[in-house]
T-cell receptor, first 115, second 114 residues
Framework: NAGVTQTPKFQVLKTGQSMTLQCAQD?????MYWYRQDPGMGLRLIYY???????DKGEVPNGYNVSRLNKREFSLRLESAAPSQTSVYFC??????????????FGQGTRLTVV | AQSVSQHNHHVILSEAASLELGCNYS??????LFWYVQYPGQHLQLLLK??????LVKGIKGFEAEFIKSKFSFNLRKPSVQWSDTAEYFC????????????FGTGTQLKVEL
């Protein structure tokens, strides 16, 4: 049981290049999230998907797109990478909801550097 | 928009000292509340959570937190910290009925000295 799996773990891009970060979960969760983590700024929500077929913007969506391919997979795409997108990216999944005794589970993270 | 505030950005304590980390949120509706911990080089792990019932919740490794609805707060406490508690701590709020949007605070870096 792998939980939440992110690929790749590390990536270096040149400014203007594009790439897709992959995320898959095997816990049959409905909700999935993409965050970026920067020093002193905590985790900021980029996009989330409350259920298969839906996606919503978070706090910092500019420069990113997402696809909820199916219930298991939620990918994050950078169309034209910029140095400001250098960060550690985390994917998470959950079945959170009112009164539900659950938690969000996180992947190991992707360290992205844009030069 | 909902927001989560963690007032202590860096905390340095000696072993055996008591810990309290503040967390406040701004939202008037029903929330679920969490504290996560991130050890150096690792991903986030759940410390404890509140979703209903007793506002004093106990988590792993001797941590506890109290939900005070009137103060919009969910402070994390530990009576006696250990060197191994050195990590970054994040408070998070789930807006129930808000599309399952999970928002994190900016984090508190805790260093415990021997």
């Amino acid at each position: 049981n792998a939980g939440v799996t992110q690929t790749p773990k590390f990536q270096v891009l040149k400014t203007g290049q594009s790439m897709t970060l992959q995320c898959a979960q095997d816990m049959n969760h409905n909700s999935m999230y993409w965050y970026r983590q920067d020093p002193g700024m905590g985790l900021r929500l980029i996009y989330y998907s409350a259920s298969e077929g839906t996606t919503d913007k978070g706090e910092v969506p500019n420069g990113y797109n997402v696809s909820r391919l199916n219930k298991r997979e939620f990918s994050l795409r950078l169309e034209s990478a910029a140095p400001s997108q250098t960060s550690v990216y985390f994917c998470a999944s959950s079945d959170l909801g009112e009164g539900m005794n659950t938690e969000a589970f996180f992947g190991q993270g992707t360290r992205l550097t844009v030069v | 928009a909902q927001s989560v505030s963690q007032h202590n950005h860096h905390v340095i304590l000696s072993e055996a000292a008591s810990l309290e980390l503040g967390c406040n949120y701004s939202y008037g509706g029903t929330v679920n509340l969490f504290w996560y911990v991130q050890y150096p080089g690792q991903h986030l792990q759940l410390l404890l959570k509140y979703f209903s019932g007793d506002p004093l919740v106990k988590g792993i490794k001797g941590f506890e937190a109290e939900f005070i609805k009137s103060k919009f707060s969910f402070n994390l406490r530990k009576p006696s910290v250990q060197w191994s508690d050195t990590a970054e701590y994040f408070c998070a709020v789930l807006l129930t009925g808000g599309g399952n949007k999970l928002t994190f605070g900016t984090g508190t870096q805790l260093k415990v000295e021997l």
